[in-house]
């Protein structure tokens, strides 16, 4: 069965600091992607990044990284540079067969990063 | 700009009323919609997967004659909750999924936020 665990319900950056939110997921299988999401007050989900079980690199998309970490089945999202506009919820998502376009997609209970001027 | 249309952002219903929720997509066809139930503080739940010209697929416990859901096009699902409780109140959003580059992402809409009073 998948899972998806986000240990943190909350976390304080300061601005222009960088930060790391967690992610550990649990799959058996070989194919999947992770991805992340940012949900501001107003309910949209944004996505962030996403990185798959087969790439070697990190993903990096702007200020957002994904520190991958497959043996440890983490794959942590790191924000740099903080900005009063990140605070927001952010969600941590799994889903296998992602090439192919199937199956559903599992969410953490999120994580809500406050960033303090 | 938007990619998925979720129509309205709000509602309010009185209880034993039925409520219907639009979810368009608005640059790409469709095959496969999804929708999701968020509870305050709480992560999104899937609760049924839209195919366009057949049967939605229901989740575990998600009673599928109160949550009815019509794929009529490639273009549009429609959620309606029916027989509203107070119960029913949460937030409720669509996702489409589309390839990009090697991989499929979610695209969501806005959301839609359902009292019943």
């Known amino acids: 069965a998948q899972k998806i665990t986000q240990t943190q319900p909350g976390m304080f950056v300061q601005e222009k600091e960088a930060v790391t939110l967690d992610c550990t997921y649990d799959t058996s299988d070989q194919s999947y992607g992770l991805f992340w999401y940012k949900q501001p007050s107003s309910g949209e989900m944004i996505f962030l990044i996403y990185q798959g079980s087969y790439d070697e690199q990190n993903a990096t998309e702007g200020r957002y990284s994904l520190n991958f970490q497959k043996a440890r089945k983490s794959a942590n999202l790191v924000i740099s540079a903080s900005q009063l506009g990140d605070s927001a919820m952010y969600f941590c998502a799994m889903r296998e067969g992602v090439k192919t376009g199937g199956f559903k997609t599992i969410f953490g209970a999120g994580t809500r990063l406050f960033v303090k001027a | ?117």
């Open chain 2, 1 to 117: 700009g938007a990619v998925v249309s979720q129509h309205p952002s709000r509602v309010i219903c009185k209880s034993g009323t039925s409520v219907k929720i639009e979810c368009r997509s608005l640059d790409f066809q469709a095959t496969t919609m999804f929708w999701y139930r968020q509870f305050p503080k709480q992560s999104l739940m899937l609760m049924a997967t839209s195919n366009e010209g057949s049967k939605a697929t229901y989740e575990q416990g998600v009673e599928k004659d109160k949550f009815l859901i019509n794929h009529a096009s490639l273009t549009l699902s429609t959620l309606t909750v029916t027989s509203a409780h107070p119960e029913d109140s949460s937030f409720y959003i669509c996702s489409v999924r589309t390839v990009v580059g090697v991989y499929t992402e979610a695209f969501f809409g806005q959301g839609t936020r359902l009292t019943v009073v």
